[in-house]
């Protein structure tokens, strides 16, 4: 397991120059009917548990895919379905004598309703489906569950404009390990499911197909 | 004649130095991966919390020398079973030691009889020992505590006996205050030819 302490400072500090640069941007862009984009984002993640971890801490992450928009209801205009397909890197780090980082990569496929509140402010909500790829853990896919699910709520802006922005959070519903909890004596007290992640998601949307896609007449 | 006294003096009837030909495979622990997690697929690899410091099976052979091969001696001695897994704490070589009395494992087969296993140390019969800087009184302070050989089994081609388990105990310090060795954990690949090599003591 590699154990790379974080920069944060330089880090948060490119992700802001990032974002200033996107907003200039977006405040001179043309209004297009892109529904189907390119994505990126800088993932805020951590492990929600019932058992405790010792100097846990939250690790940053990104996403990187694809997302097609489509409206199917003639009569709701302003709902959509958003699909994505996403490369998603999720994880969590522990602090002792050594930074210890657990980084997730997954394969991830959320499936989102999608209501547009105003022209430039919509909301979406519903599942992400994920499979575990790759782990810097040793025998990570032999340690941590290979398929992940979670909620997701978030929102967006400048959804008609060729770039637009989002921000969502991903709340992992099922247990990403199966263990035991052994005591001091090493006696095996109980089976134990838990670990589920959680993230929270910044990121922005580049249209590269400007056409409404309607599954209706 | 002197080999012999030898061999005698030491009383090993079966005895195996096992080095794996293959590095050890540390999985940290889901739960604090400063301690391997517990397997029980041969992963050659052990650990516990000495007190509040770390004892790993990765072992130090000195300066700037250290290995992840795994590291366990299993010997027959009188009536009494005996491991010891070598590792380190802060870059010094330490070893956690046990030696198990009246379990009738004498031979290579009847290790898989130790599956699940539960051996209390009771510092008599059954000891547990934590050796870091070994001296000749390494051996005065006995382990309280115990064992678990949570699974034993032969491997996928039967050439080897996987031994998986977990152990904890506590012993007097210098000072009377009890060295705890908690959360031990153990998954080794012990084979049959190994137990062979110990033709070459006697």
Same mark, same amino acid.
């Given at each position: 397991m590699r154990n790379i302490k974080t920069k944060k400072g330089p880090l948060?500090?490119?992700? @802001?120059?990032?974002?200033?640069?996107? =907003? @200039?941007?977006? =405040?001179t862009n043309i209004e297009s009917k892109a529904q189907v984009a390119i994505l990126a984002s800088g993932n805020y993640c951590n492990i929600r548990s019932d058992i405790s971890l010792e100097n846990k801490e939250s690790l940053l992450g990104y996403n990187l895919g694809l997302s097609i928009q489509y409206y199917p209801i003639k009569k709701f205009k302003n709902v959509s379905i958003i699909t994505e397909v996403v490369y998603n890197r999720k994880g969590y780090q522990q602090q002792f004598e050594k930074n210890y980082?657990?980084?997730?990569n997954y394969l991830s496929l959320p499936i989102l309703v999608n209501y547009?509140?105003?022209?430039?402010? =919509?909301?979406?909500?519903?599942? !992400?489906l994920s499979t575990l790829i790759t782990t810097n853990i040793a025998k990570g896919k032999e340690t941590y569950k290979n398929f992940d699910l979670g909620l997701v709520f978030g929102l967006s802006c400048f959804n008609k404009k060729r770039i637009s922005c989002f921000s969502r959070i991903t709340y992992g519903l099922t247990p990403m390990l199966d263990y035991y909890e052994i005591d001091d004596l090493g006696n095996f007290s109980r !089976?134990?499911?838990?670990?589920?992640?959680?993230? @929270?998601s910044i990121g922005f949307k580049i249209n590269i197909?400007? !056409?409404k896609i309607r599954l209706y007449k | 004649m002197k080999k012999y006294v030898y061999?005698?003096?030491? *009383?090993?009837?079966?005895?195996?130095?096992? *080095?794996?030909?293959?590095?050890?495979?540390?999985?940290?622990?889901?739960?604090?991966?400063? *301690?391997? +997690?517990?397997?029980?697929?041969?992963?050659? /690899?052990?650990?516990?919390?000495i007190n509040d410091r770390i004892w790993t099976s990765h072992v130090n052979y000195g300066f700037l020398t250290s290995s992840d091969k795994p590291m366990i001696k299993v010997w027959h001695e009188q009536d009494s079973l005996r491991f010891t897994f070598s590792g380190s704490i802060e870059q010094t070589s330490a070893s956690v030691e046990f030696h198990l009395t009246g379990l &009738?494992? /004498? +031979?290579?087969?009847?290790?898989?009889?130790?599956?699940?296993? +539960?051996?209390?140390?009771? &510092?008599?019969?059954?000891i547990g020992y934590y050796i870091e800087n070994y001296s000749s009184s390494s051996y005065d302070k006995k382990g309280i505590g115990q064992i678990y050989f949570r699974n034993v089994q032969y491997n996928n081609d039967k050439s080897a006996i996987i031994i998986? &388990?977990?152990?904890?105990?506590?012993?007097?310090? /210098?000072?009377?205050?009890? *060295? +705890?060795?908690?959360? &031990?954990?153990f998954d080794y690949k012990i084979f049959k030819t190994n137990f062979e090599q110990h033709d070459e003591y006697e």
């Amino acid at each position: 397991m590699r154990n790379i302490k974080t920069k944060k400072g330089p880090l948060i500090r490119n992700i @802001l120059n990032t974002f200033i640069f996107l =907003a @200039l941007i977006l =405040a001179t862009n043309i209004e297009s009917k892109a529904q189907v984009a390119i994505l990126a984002s800088g993932n805020y993640c951590n492990i929600r548990s019932d058992i405790s971890l010792e100097n846990k801490e939250s690790l940053l992450g990104y996403n990187l895919g694809l997302s097609i928009q489509y409206y199917p209801i003639k009569k709701f205009k302003n709902v959509s379905i958003i699909t994505e397909v996403v490369y998603n890197r999720k994880g969590y780090q522990q602090q002792f004598e050594k930074n210890y980082q657990f980084k997730f990569n997954y394969l991830s496929l959320p499936i989102l309703v999608n209501y547009s509140l105003s022209n430039n402010i =919509a909301m979406h909500s519903g599942i !992400e489906l994920s499979t575990l790829i790759t782990t810097n853990i040793a025998k990570g896919k032999e340690t941590y569950k290979n398929f992940d699910l979670g909620l997701v709520f978030g929102l967006s802006c400048f959804n008609k404009k060729r770039i637009s922005c989002f921000s969502r959070i991903t709340y992992g519903l099922t247990p990403m390990l199966d263990y035991y909890e052994i005591d001091d004596l090493g006696n095996f007290s109980r !089976e134990i499911h838990d670990l589920k992640n959680i993230c @929270l998601s910044i990121g922005f949307k580049i249209n590269i197909y400007n !056409e409404k896609i309607r599954l209706y007449k | 004649m002197k080999k012999y006294v030898y061999t005698n003096s030491i *009383l090993i009837v079966l005895a195996c130095l096992i *080095l794996s030909a293959c590095e050890g495979t540390f999985i940290p622990d889901p739960i604090d991966p400063r *301690l391997p +997690k517990y397997t029980e697929n041969g992963y050659g /690899t052990a650990g516990a919390f000495i007190n509040d410091r770390i004892w790993t099976s990765h072992v130090n052979y000195g300066f700037l020398t250290s290995s992840d091969k795994p590291m366990i001696k299993v010997w027959h001695e009188q009536d009494s079973l005996r491991f010891t897994f070598s590792g380190s704490i802060e870059q010094t070589s330490a070893s956690v030691e046990f030696h198990l009395t009246g379990l &009738g494992i /004498t +031979k290579f087969e009847d290790l898989i009889d130790l599956n699940e296993q +539960k051996i209390s140390l009771n &510092g008599n019969k059954n000891i547990g020992y934590y050796i870091e800087n070994y001296s000749s009184s390494s051996y005065d302070k006995k382990g309280i505590g115990q064992i678990y050989f949570r699974n034993v089994q032969y491997n996928n081609d039967k050439s080897a006996i996987i031994i998986s &388990g977990t152990f904890g105990f506590s012993l007097p310090d /210098t000072h009377q205050i009890p *060295l +705890k060795v908690n959360s &031990g954990r153990f998954d080794y690949k012990i084979f049959k030819t190994n137990f062979e090599q110990h033709d070459e003591y006697e």
